[in-house]
């Protein structure tokens, strides 16, 4: 009997194991050598170990517990973290009342505490959640660092519509001049966009509508008005038409089959189509004096796996982009990056445009569409990194 109730507290005391945050990952001024053994019995399901440490720690265990505690509230350590550590606090004062008796005031304390955490931390995705479907549409990016700012004048936080501003602009026009290609970097305010920066560059009520008024033009997100921003279908011709004229752009509407804009298998749409057929011609610079530069070459990435190799284009990449937005931050200038799928759908890589702006990684075929074994001529090959622990030579 005793060995079962036993048994039950020892499964209890490790059931926290979930949170794999390692307590040595940050370094406290508080970790003791108590709680490193702690811990680290705790993590490796040492029950004997575990059972003889709280045995002979009785004099320093509530102290113990309590700066653990006090560790795991202050400010600069994360989510996880600090779960982990009111969980591991928790696992503590049961032991320290099981077998030394009078840990019940802790345990409530501490249970008080990890309810709490959780809560927010409910509360925080519910308000990740909540704008998720405003960027629902490819590119659609949501702006609210100022949040609290915008809500106290009674204003919704901020959508910025990519494709919107892609009809009339290339890439090069924004980034890198007027914006890094990052979210949240820029830290983008009324008073840089009111001193015709960021937004201001052209939202200064001659290229674009102005920021003194219509306000709502800009924040919308959550209302209705902004369904127009998600949906490509709902465009009016005149208008861009009219837009495209007076930034010194080009709109064709006459060109698009039935009059809409060419969309994906997803609904997104397919910019590569509208461009080959001519309906729309962006410009690259808002003053004019600068030089385009493009490199007309391909990189073939042969793909390892069953899928089909890949041809990237630096033609159709720099016509849009300017060399310094891939150069060097996303790509070294060499052909041995370590492109990989899952560092892409991390937003490293390719994935640092597609699937956020440009077409996303669902659409496999769009970039594994050359047969294998068939070299393109001209193409340079890409090389990759070599495999690590292979000593011998393999050529
Ligand atoms: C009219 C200006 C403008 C144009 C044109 C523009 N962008 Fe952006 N871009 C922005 C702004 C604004 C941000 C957000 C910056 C921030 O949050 O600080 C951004 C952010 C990005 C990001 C960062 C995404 C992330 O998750 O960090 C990428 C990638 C990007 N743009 C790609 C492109 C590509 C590709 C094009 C052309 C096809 C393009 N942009 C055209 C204004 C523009
Ligand atoms: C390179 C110039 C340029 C920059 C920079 C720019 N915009 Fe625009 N934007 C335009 C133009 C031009 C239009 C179309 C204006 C019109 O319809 O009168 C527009 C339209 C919009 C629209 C669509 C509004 C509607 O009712 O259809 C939104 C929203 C918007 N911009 C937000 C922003 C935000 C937010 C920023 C900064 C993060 C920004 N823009 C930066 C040029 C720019
Ligand atoms: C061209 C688009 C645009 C228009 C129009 C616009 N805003 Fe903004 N506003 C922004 C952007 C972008 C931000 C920064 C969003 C963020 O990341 O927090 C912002 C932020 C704010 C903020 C908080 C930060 C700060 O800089 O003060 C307030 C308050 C605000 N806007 C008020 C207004 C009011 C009031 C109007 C109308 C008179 C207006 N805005 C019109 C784009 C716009
Ligand atoms: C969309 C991103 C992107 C843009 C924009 C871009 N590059 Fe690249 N670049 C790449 C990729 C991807 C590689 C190949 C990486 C690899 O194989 O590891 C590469 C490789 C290179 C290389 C080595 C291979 C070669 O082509 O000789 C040079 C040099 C280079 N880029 C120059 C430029 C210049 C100059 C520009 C602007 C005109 C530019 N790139 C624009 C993505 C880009
Ligand atoms: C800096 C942003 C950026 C990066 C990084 C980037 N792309 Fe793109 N890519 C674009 C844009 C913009 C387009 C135009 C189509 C669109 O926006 O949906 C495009 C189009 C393409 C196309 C269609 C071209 C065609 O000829 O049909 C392929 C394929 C492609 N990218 C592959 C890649 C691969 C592979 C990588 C990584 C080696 C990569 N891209 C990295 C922005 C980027
Ligand atoms: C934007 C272009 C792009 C899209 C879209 C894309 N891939 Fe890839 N994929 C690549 C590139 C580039 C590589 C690197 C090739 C290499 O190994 O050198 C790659 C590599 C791979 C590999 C080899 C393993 C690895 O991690 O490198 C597999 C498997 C793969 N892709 C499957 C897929 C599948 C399945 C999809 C659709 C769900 C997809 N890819 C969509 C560009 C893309």
């Known amino acids: 009997m005793k060995q079962l ?88 004062a049961s032991g320290y009342n099981h077998y030394h008796g009078g840990g019940k005031k802790l345990l409530r304390k501490i249970g008080k505490l990890i309810k709490n955490e959780l809560e927010k931390e409910k509360a925080k995705n519910a308000e990740l959640m909540k704008w998720d479907s405003e960027e629902r549409f490819l590119g659609n990016f949501v ?73 709502d033009r800009c924040h919308l997100a959550g209302k209705p008005e902004a369904d127009r921003l998600h949906d490509a279908s709902r465009i009016d011709h005149k208008a861009i038409k009219a837009v495209a004229d007076k930034v010194g752009a080009e709109w064709h509407a006459d060109k698009l089959s039935n009059g809409r804009l060419p969309v994906d298998r997803f609904g997104f749409i397919d910019w590569l189509n509208m461009k080959r057929a001519g309906v729309f011609k962006p410009i690259h610079s808002l003053d004019g004096n600068y030089e385009p530069e493009i490199r007309d070459n391909m990189i073939l990435f042969k793909s390892k796996s069953k899928a089909k190799n890949i041809l990237f284009s630096h033609n159709v990449h720099s016509s849009w982009i300017k060399c310094s937005s891939c150069h060097p931050e996303v790509f070294t200038k060499s052909l041995t990056n370590n492109v990989k799928m899952v560092r892409m759908s991390k937003g490293q890589y390719c994935g640092h445009c597609h699937g956020k702006v440009s077409f996303t990684f669902a659409d496999c075929t769009r970039c594994h569409i050359q047969e294998k074994g068939v070299m393109i001529e001209g193409a340079l090959l890409h090389i990759g990194q070599p495999k690590k622990k292979k000593k011998k030579k393999t050529s």
């Open 143 to 215: 702006m609210k660092t100022y949040e609290k700012e915008m809500v106290e004048k009674g204003l919704a936080p901020v959508i910025y519509p990519h494709w919107v501003h892609r009809i009339w602009f290339e890439c090069k026009v924004c980034h890198q001049d007027i914006f890094i290609m990052k979210r949240w970097r820029n830290d983008i305010t009324h008073k840089k966009i009111e001193a015709g920066q960021q937004c201001g560059r052209c939202h200064n009520g001659e290229l674009a509508f102005g920021t003194n008024e219509n306000c």
């Open 5 to 92: 109730r036993l048994l039950h507290l020892l499964l209890w005391l490790f059931s926290a194991l979930p949170f794999v945050f390692i307590i040595s990952t940050a370094s406290y001024a508080e970790d003791t050598p108590f709680r490193i053994e702690f811990v680290t019995n705790y993590k490796s399901f040492q029950f004997k170990a575990q059972e003889e440490l709280i045995k002979k720690s009785k004099d320093i265990m509530p102290d113990e517990i309590q700066s653990l505690i006090n560790d795991a509230m202050s400010a600069d350590i994360s989510q996880g973290q600090r779960m982990f550590m009111l969980d591991a606090a928790n696992a503590m």
